[in-house]
């Protein structure tokens, strides 16, 4: 599965990038730190996912998705975020294939690609 990886935080793009490819399912195509990078990846590559961060310097990810599923729109959209208010979420939930929080355990991580791979639904997220 392809995947673009895209988040401000150094730390946690290699992280994500690290657990991604010793699982071995995954080939991570790109990594970017802001929404206008995860637009511009996601017209090049066209990968089957995004790990999509919220909050993110010049565009976040909530404005970035209608402008990659202009450029890629077969993309998965993972929004992957460390904090976020309830309003924040419903939109969310709302405009990406899923989401889910920073602090979760990476397996889950690893769990909801595989899923939002095989699915086909928008807003997979189950509570």
Same mark, same amino acid.
């Given at each position: $599965?392809?995947?673009?990886?895209?988040?401000?935080? #150094?730390?946690?793009?290699?992280?994500?990038?690290?657990?991604?490819?010793?699982?071995?399912?995954?080939?991570?195509?790109?990594?970017?730190?802001?929404?206008?990078?995860?637009?511009?990846?996601?017209?090049?590559?066209?990968?089957?996912?995004?790990?999509?961060?919220?909050? $993110?310097?010049? $565009?976040?990810?909530?404005?970035?998705?209608?402008?990659?599923?202009?450029?890629?729109?077969?993309?998965?959209?993972?929004?992957?975020?460390?904090?976020?208010?309830?309003?924040?979420? $419903?939109?969310?939930?709302?405009?990406?294939?899923?989401?889910?929080?920073?602090?979760? #355990?990476?397996?889950?991580?690893?769990?909801?690609?595989?899923?939002?791979?095989?699915?086909? #639904?928008?807003?997979?997220?189950?509570?």
């Amino acid at each position: $599965m392809k995947v673009l990886i895209v988040d401000d935080e #150094p730390d946690i793009r290699q992280l994500v990038r690290l657990y991604l490819e010793l699982d071995g399912r995954f080939d991570v195509v790109g990594e970017g730190i802001n929404g206008e990078d995860a637009v511009r990846l996601a017209a090049s590559t066209h990968p089957q996912a995004i790990v999509l961060d919220i909050n $993110m310097p010049i $565009m976040n990810g909530l404005d970035a998705i209608p402008l990659i599923r202009i450029q890629s729109p077969e993309t998965k959209i993972l929004l992957y975020s460390a904090s976020a208010d309830v309003a924040t979420l $419903m939109e969310a939930s709302l405009s990406a294939d899923d989401w889910m929080s920073k602090t979760d #355990p990476v397996d889950k991580l690893l769990e909801r690609l595989t899923k939002l791979a095989s699915s086909s #639904p928008v807003n997979s997220h189950a509570a």
